[in-house]
């Protein structure tokens, strides 16, 4: 069993209830512990609280040098990482190799976005000298996601440290492992005892850190969660809230001259790790016709084609769902489609290897109607045809969400019009929705997030600006009616 809880540089038992996690390729476990108590959370709260005014206090560049060591105790650790992602969530091996190389680089992205969004500035004036500097909230409390179990959570907690916060992080059930790597890594490159806490746990460990003395929260998840998250912060401008929520994410794809290169950015988009990407595309928006008839029909094969394996079989493209559950809630989400009028041009359906396993599916919902705006984190593209590019811009933004959207044409009008006029905060062209830079800014209107957007501009919500006029000594300002 599993220490799930470290709180003051050391990791003791849970005393709550006991919870699992089972390889989703495999269907052993991968994972198992006690949930943190409510009284186990207030103590790390309350850790991090004591070590905060210390970290702050130090010089940026000693703050900045224990996360630099950090990142190298991380290349040192990749292996291991990229195995317990796989085991937890069952990623492919060449996918967790991926996020435990962004992870190492994600310091060095999250330095120089702090020097330039969050750093000091000083400017002379006639009375002396103006100021801007940027002070840390305090405690931050980062929720976890299963898809990306150590990238995302490290997204928020490095440049959190990097501006002085302190942090406690409560990891997805749903992929525990990565979290103790990390820990071990930050001790390595020499982090004080309470700057970072962890809680395992699920909901009630993360409602107990919810309702704690926390001065901000820092999600990725779904946008049922994330909603939840800030109605329950509602009248309380104090905690900062920065909610990345996913999206039910649009590509029209529009005439390119290369059919087989349009779907093979359509079916990257839709189904890249297994569809468990929240900028993943959910709706394709295709015209009417025979060029469009291609279209699709380059996407199914596709679709059929893809190699489904496990985390040792680096040929193939997708690995399982998360879950059992996840597996079967694609099937029932498909499943309200085709009663919904949708028609299915290539099943999604449960593998005999069981677990988390399902093909990749394709779904034309063109002729459905009354189809929930929702976010199915899995394998299934939905098809839309249109008559012209109007409707499908129409189409595209008929949705709450507004996270990632794009464009495939070699028609530089039309994406001057797309750019100008589909929200979505990350829109690309001739590229899949799937891909987006840390070096940029990551997150979207809508349902999508609270216009805390991550990646690069993470280095805004992990601080608050300070303005400072500053005179040597008090002078005499001789405004009108002052005695003189």
Known sequence: MAKSVYIDGRWTDGADDWFEKTNPATGEASWDGQSGSGAQVTDAVASARKAQSDWARRPQHDRTNILETYAEELKKRADAIADAISR???????????????????????IKAQVERAGTSFSEAAFGSMHLTHRPHGVMAVFGPFNFPGHLPN????????????????????????????????????????VLNVVQGGRDTGAALLDDDINGLLFTGSAQTGLFFHRHFAGRPEVILALEMGGNNPLIVWDPADVDAAADVAAQS?????????????RVIIPHGKWGDSVVDAIVARAKDLRIGDASDDEAFIGPLVSEQAAQNAIDFQMMLSKAGGKSLRRLKRME?????????????????????EELFGPLMQIIRVDDFDEAIR????????LSGGLVSDDDALWLRAHAEMKAGILNRNRPTAGASGAMPFGGPGHSGNFRPGAYYAADYCAWPQASQVSDQAARLGAIGFPK
Request: aromatic fraction near 4%; hydrophobic fraction near 45%; glycine fraction near 14%.
């Open 395 to 402: 189409r595209a933004n008929d949705t709450k969400y507004g």
């Open 88 to 110: 937890d969530m069952g990623k492919i091996g060449w996918d967790a190799r991926a996020e435990a190389g962004a992870m190492a680089g994600k310091v060095a992205i999250s």
């Open 353 to 373: 290897r069981g677990g988390g396993f399902v093909t990749a599916g394709v779904i034309d919902v063109t002729d459905a109607t009354g189809i929930p705006d």
């Open 270 to 282: 839709a189904f890249l790790t297994t569809g468990q990407r929240c900028s993943c595309a959910r």
């Open 155 to 194: 997204g928020h907690i490095v440049p959190a440290l990097l501006a002085g916060n302190t942090c406690v992080l409560k990891p997805s059930e749903l992929a525990p492992s990565v979290a103790h790597i990390m820990v071990d890594a930050f001790e390595a490159a020499g982090l004080p005892e309470g």
